[in-house]
């Protein structure tokens, strides 16, 4: 089979109906690439064949939309040896290219690539080899996880780069003081010459290994401009000492550039050292998420002895204690004893929580005053720890939009320098002749070594890395680079009120029996028969209340409704029985009392929700439930509309709650009586009208509307956070989350210009430069060791700007 026609296999694992040959034709059905498929049902597999790469992609997706799920993995690995934009670029078009590989996608910032692949046509072995015949390597150890072999893999490199470099500047320190200021001595050109050879062959010697490896595959990146750069200045040169009477015979000098080559190779060592330093800085908040699970655990064993233990140990259903101090190590509930957990770790809340039996408890949060028991629920990666970790991890390797951009530059740049350096020369050499070559070998020479796809590679990821991080610590979880990306530019903010805007626990606050012929413990009676088969909040917070008042009547409810939006309604003992607001009451025509109508107009003012009991054909009684408003909401309002953000409030309750809500916390546009499609609607209204809108709600109930969005923000809890629900997360319920975040978009977006800013007028101006462009003005002519370090520390520069962000303000 030629290599235009592949043949992939597709190994299905579960599905949501039996698996047919007919479902699959259909979700094939409009895939033109694929050439032929057949389904092996004894083997639970398709064979398919296409020449298009993005075919088997297509194919999987269409074959989950019918129901079919195929056999996927998806792993981050460390990759070694990447230096720029170019590199990267290398690494994603290999893999890429595979058959089995879906997707694959670098971060340079980073150093890993996130891969997508059918582990029935490729593994992890062939990938490796890929990687190795173009000069880098995947770090694959299956002992560690992919987060500790980066961090051996960074400190074993940084060890190596930083003992390359001090026997490389030892040696070209000499090389540089002789070329610029004792040429004259005895033998100068050959002692440069032997001591600059270890600089470059030795200690150098991964530049011209790897350039060699990526011309083999017709690619080229960093190592390649390097290595020609100070490889012809390094040929030039002994070319020059050993025949100088080439050049002296016409008259000219036969100049060599020994310190050029030794010193353009210690500069950009020591950029790459300190530019592997500080990418170190970006990825410290994984470490420091990573750090918050303690190694030791105290177990509870069989025969009632407490033993310290390793945290890899601990099952499902251990009995662990936790003293005053101790970080604890997994989610569960307390079992024994109390105390006060500070939980800022994970829901970025200040206050500390008051945990008693029966409480839930996270990993990573700390312990501080008392010692207690737990039960544990989740351990290892199904913890709320360990998702956040997985959440970060995906957005610091997702890719923002703009990148794109860049990394079509990229994938030309190094290409495009190379053709520039040769013009620059044949240029020189056409307008000076042979008395020019100096001059033309140094300008090509600098264009090779100045210019810097790094700072192209980094000007991104690095940002990403960082305003992710920080989003993290601060109990804002960001789902891609896309969302960090977007949310800067949203200029209209939705806002759910329940459990957004007031604290989501609405209690009983008031109630009135006004058929006084009824028994109280009879009407607490239907209300508890009825309420308990809603799963609304407000039957939950009814429930609770008549519990607590203790004296109430057994009924049995027959014949539930719901009433979407107004209430419920059940036959207790032949009477029907109406629990909802007035509307219900009044579609009932049930006559409500006008002393009861100003009670209730006077309750709602207060932003109090209003149901009335109705039996038969009267009013027996009303409740008033108050849903507090957070403490920070009106803050958190304020800041949002100087930052001219427009707000808008829904809510299902009427009016007058409405209205008293919207008035508290300073909200001018809103609406009530607002069912849950008619949120999207909503918001779809507001996309119309040209505005860019976020929703912020709780993941569940506004799901749609969350969805529409063009930016979604679900307000969670510790463990009730939905992660998947939208593409931010608040891990507390604080909404000074909100503002925060928006301006951590802004200000992680204005580092990624100014980055990319850089990073291009950088490359624009120092090209011209150094190919000569002020000669024919100044007679100046940049030197090399110059552009050698120009060169390494303007990505240096771009991952220092990044890590700014560390250090801004947000709140």
Known sequence: MSDKNKQWI???????????????????????????????????????????????????????????????????????????????????????????????????????????????????????????????????????????????????????????????????????????FFMNIPYANYIMWALTTPVLFVFGRHFFVNAFKQARHGAANMDTLVALSTGMAYLFSSFNTLFPEVWTSQGLAAHVYFEAAAVIIVF???????????????????????????????????????????????????????????????????????????????????????????????????????????KAEKVGSDTVLAQIIKTVQDAQATKAPVQRMVDKVASVFVPAVMATALLTFVVWMFFGGTEYLTQALLAMVSVLVIACPCALGLATPTAIMVGVGKGANRGILIKDASSLEKAHKANAVVLDKTGTITIGKPEVTNMEMVDLKTAKNEVYGMIHAVESHSEHPLAAAVIKFIVQEGDFAKFEAENFQNHSGNGVSADINGRKVLIGNEELINKNKVEVPSEISEQIKAWQSEAKTVILLAVEDKVAAILAIADKIKD????????????????????????????????????????????????????????????????????????????????????????????????????????????????????????????????????????????????????????????????????????????????????
């Open 632 to 811: 920070s909401s009106k803050e958190a309002i304020h800041r949002l509309q100087k930052q001219n953000i427009e707000i808008y409030m829904l809510t299902g309750d009427n009016q007058e709650t409405a209205k008293a809500v919207a008035k508290a916390t300073g909200i001018t546009n809103y609406k009530a009586q607002v069912m849950p499609n008619e949120k999207a609607e909503f918001v779809k209204e507001l996309q119309q009208k040209g505005k860019t809108v976020a929703m912020v709600g709780d993941g569940i109930n506004d799901s749609e509307a969350l969805a529409l969005a063009d930016l979604s923000i679900a307000m969670g809890k510790g463990a009730d956070v939905a992660m998947d629900v939208a593409a931010m997360t608040i891990t507390s319920s604080d909404l000074m989350k909100i503002p925060e975040a928006m301006k951590l978009s802004d200000k992680t977006v204005k580092t990624i210009r100014q980055n990319l800013f850089w990073a291009f007028f950088y490359n624009v101006i120092a090209i011209p430069v150094a190919a000569g462009i002020l000669f024919p003005v100044s007679g100046f002519l940049l030197n090399p060791m110059v552009a050698g370090a120009a060169m390494a520390f303007s990505s240096v520069s771009v991952v220092s700007n990044s890590l700014r962000l560390k250090r801004a303000r947000i709140d």
């Open 10 to 180: 597709l190994p299905i694992t579960t599905s949501s109906s039996d698996v047919q040959e007919t479902n699959i034709a259909k979700a094939f059905k409009d895939i033109t690439t694929i050439e032929e498929w057949s389904w092996e049902p004894n083997n639970q597999r398709i064979v398919l064949q296409s020449g298009d790469e993005k075919s088997p992609k297509t194919a999987v997706e269409q074959l989950g939309n019918f129901g079919v799920d195929v056999l996927i993995q998806e792993k981050s690995i460390p990759v070694e040896g990447m230096s720029c934009a170019a590199c990267s670029a290398s690494v994603e078009s290999m893999l890429n290219a595979q058959q089995g590989i879906l997707e694959a996608n670098v971060n340079l910032a980073q150093n890993t690539v996130k891969v997508k692949w059918i582990p029935e046509n490729i593994g992890l072995p062939q990938m490796k080899k890929t990687i190795q015949s173009v000069g880098y390597d995947l770090i694959i150890d299956e002992k560690e996880s992919s987060e500790e072999a980066l961090e051996e893999s960074r400190r074993k490199k940084s060890a190596q780069t930083r003992k390359r470099l001090l026997w490389a500047g030892i040696l070209a320190f000499p090389v540089f003081l002789i070329g610029m």
């Open 268 to 374: 950009i060592m020591l950029g790459k050292w300190l530019e592997e330093r500080a990418k170190e800085g970006t990825s410290s908040a994984i470490r420091k998420l990573m750090g918050l699970q303690p190694k030791k655990v105290i177990k509870l064993l069989e025969d009632g002895s407490w033993q310290e233990t390793d945290i890899h140990l601990v099952e499902k259903g251990d009995i662990l204690r936790v003293k005053p101090g101790n970080k604890i190590p997994v989610d569960g509930e307390v079992s024994d004893g109390s105390s006060f957990v500070d939980e800022s770790t994970v829901t970025g809340e200040s206050k500390p929580a008051e945990k008693k039996t029966g409480a839930k408890v996270y990993t990573g949060t700390i312990n501080q005053a008392g010692s207690f028991s737990l």
